[in-house]
T-cell receptor, first 113, second 111 residues
Framework: SQQGEEDPQALSIQEGENATMNCSYKTSINNLQWYRQNSGRGLVHLILIRSNEREKHSGRLRVTLDTSKKSSSLLITASRAADTASYFCATDWAQGGYNKLIFGAGTRLAVHP | SQTIHQWPATLVQPVGSPLSLECTVEGTSNPNLYWYRQAAGRGLQLLFYSVGIGQISSEVPQNLSASRPQDRQFILSSKKLLLSDSGFYLC??????????FGDGTRLSIL
């Protein structure tokens, strides 16, 4: 079964509002990553949080990780219409010199002007 | 800087026809290479990964195969396409445990 599960599946907000997406996973991880995908395009890496970190910031993005609950959240503050995309969490089972990412089904975010 | 190229962007193929999708990476050496498939509205499923020339690991049994004839070239193939092979195929590269970098994908439709 899938390692990561995002919640909600879809989120619709107004520009300027904050968007929070959650991700749960099932087994131990090396790190957790969040990616963004614009419609019909490839994925773009947003942020990586290691298993020994609890919170990380990058611009308007804030990611938290709770390994005891096997969950993570992505917060986008002051959202913009350009933030409209699908967001995926991916858990990393790095082994033998490569990283094996297990992706969730994603959250589709729509930000309305 | 590193770039990844994937082509074609879209492809419509009849059932039973062969397939060849190509992915090349520039600006890095000995990358780990990955092929993923994404069903509509879903996450990515890892199909193959490669840690070096000629080294291919398959994640799921399927009608597809992969090859890595050169360090920065990764090819996804099939001898006979099935309807179930339709989807969005993404190539990615990475180094060690660093984040992966994705191409723009190929949308494959099987008729």
């Amino acid at each position: 079964s899938q390692q990561g599960e995002e919640d909600p599946q879809a989120l619709s907000i107004q520009e300027g509002e904050n968007a929070t997406m959650n991700c749960s996973y099932k087994t131990s991880i090396n790190n957790l990553q969040w990616y963004r995908q614009n419609s019909g395009r490839g994925l773009v890496h947003l942020i990586l949080i290691r298993s020994n970190e609890r919170e990380k910031h990058s611009g308007r993005l804030r990611v938290t990780l709770d390994t005891s609950k096997k969950s993570s959240s992505l917060l986008i503050t002051a959202s913009r219409a350009a933030d409209t995309a699908s967001y995926f969490c991916a858990t990393d089972w790095a082994q033998g010199g490569y990283n094996k990412l297990i992706f969730g089904a994603g959250t589709r975010l729509a930000v309305h002007p | 800087s590193q770039t990844i190229h994937q082509w074609p962007a879209t492809l419509v193929q009849p059932v039973g026809s062969p397939l060849s999708l190509e992915c090349t990476v520039e600006g890095t050496s000995n990358p780990n290479l990955y092929w993923y498939r994404q069903a509509a509205g879903r996450g990515l499923q890892l199909l193959f990964y490669s840690v070096g020339i000629g080294q291919i690991s398959s994640e799921v049994p399927q009608n597809l195969s992969a090859s890595r004839p050169q360090d920065r070239q990764f090819i996804l193939s099939s001898k006979k396409l099935l309807l179930s092979d339709s989807g969005f195929y993404l190539c990615a590269w990475g180094q060690g445990a660093q984040p992966q970098h994705f191409g723009d994908g190929t949308r494959l439709s099987i008729l």
